[in-house]
């Protein structure tokens, strides 16, 4: 079993930025693929970037290519969101994941454990 605790979210002007973290529990973290999914109001739950076990891999989706990275510390069990030129449909509930094995991932069904979720909200 893994729990993850999301931080970081919070109100934010557009152009402004935010950085997500999500702790895990488990001491195996380094086994782990991680993501970050978020939901907006109505919406499908959508991928928005993903990490591998070791850090060496990483993808982010379209819409934030450029403007988010994602990234990861093993020995402080965190995952991270830096997140840059935010903008207003960057709003929505931000999700961290965890998929154990070594492959990367962008299916929402690939991973086994979710956090609570973080409110990011993001002015014009």
């Known amino acids: 079993q893994v729990q993850l605790v999301e931080s970081g979210g919070g109100l934010v002007q557009a152009g402004g930025s935010l950085r997500l973290s999500c702790a895990a529990s488990?001491?195996?973290?380094?086994?782990?693929?991680m993501a970050w999914f978020r939901q907006a109001p109505r919406k499908e739950r959508e991928f928005v970037a993903g990490?591998?076990?070791?850090?060496?891999?990483?993808v982010h989706a379209d819409s934030v290519k450029g403007r988010f990275t994602i990234s990861r510390d093993n020995a402080k069990n965190t995952v991270y969101l830096q997140m840059n030129s935010l903008k207003p449909e960057d709003t929505a509930v931000y999700y961290c994941?965890?998929?154990?094995?070594?492959?990367?991932?962008?299916?929402?069904?690939?991973?086994?454990?979710w956090g609570q979720g973080t409110q990011v909200t993001v002015s014009s």
């Open positions: 990490i591998n076990w070791s850090g060496g891999r990483a």
């Open positions: 488990r001491r195996t973290f380094s086994s782990y693929a």
């Open positions: 994941a965890a998929a154990p094995g070594l492959a990367l991932y962008s299916d929402r069904g690939a991973y086994n454990y």
